[in-house]
């Protein structure tokens, strides 16, 4: 899962205001239903599909948490909240150690407790350096770049 539920369970902890945004498969409504919908308070608000207004709470959140507890080839989510200036702190899964620059673009975690910490820090993360990771690593040239090197690499394989 994208970790919602351990998010959640963090903001209620630690007692922070939660926006929780995006859209619940028909195939999540029961996880929803038991694990977030009983948490959903003034505090810890969903907002469902935001289309347009998710650039503008990305630019005004103080963090992002992604604590996935799967390995996500590419987390396009952190990208999008980084690109606003907005710091991460994800779990040191799959893509998002590439992705986070670790202490200066938000916090590379291991756990719970470590999320925890991270979030008594998140203030310590410039803005300025999130978007400059963007823009020096993930703009739409970087991204082509990088395909066109894979392809030729593919391309310039001996045949057998």
Do not use: W
Request: hydrophobic content about 40%; proline content about 2%.
């Amino acid at each position: 899962t994208k970790g919602v539920h351990l998010v959640v369970k963090l903001a209620k902890k630690v007692g922070f205001k939660l926006l929780l945004a995006g859209i619940i498969d028909t195939v999540d409504q029961d996880f929803f239903d038991k694990e977030i919908k009983p948490y959903l308070s003034n505090d810890i608000q969903y907002l469902d599909n935001l289309g347009e207004q998710k650039k503008e709470l990305l630019k005004n959140a103080r963090g992002l948490l992604h604590l996935t507890t799967t390995s996500e080839a590419f987390g396009l989510t952190l990208i999008e909240a980084m690109a606003c200036g907005t710091p991460v702190i994800g779990m040191n899964r799959g893509s998002i150690p590439e992705v986070i620059e670790d202490k200066k673009t938000g916090f590379v975690i291991n756990n719970i407790e470590e999320a925890e910490e991270a979030i008594k820090k998140i203030d310590s993360i410039k803005r300025i350096d999130c978007r400059q990771r963007v823009e020096n690593n993930f703009s739409l040239e970087k991204m082509l770049d990088g395909y066109e090197k894979v392809y030729q690499d593919i391309l310039s394989l001996p045949r057998e």
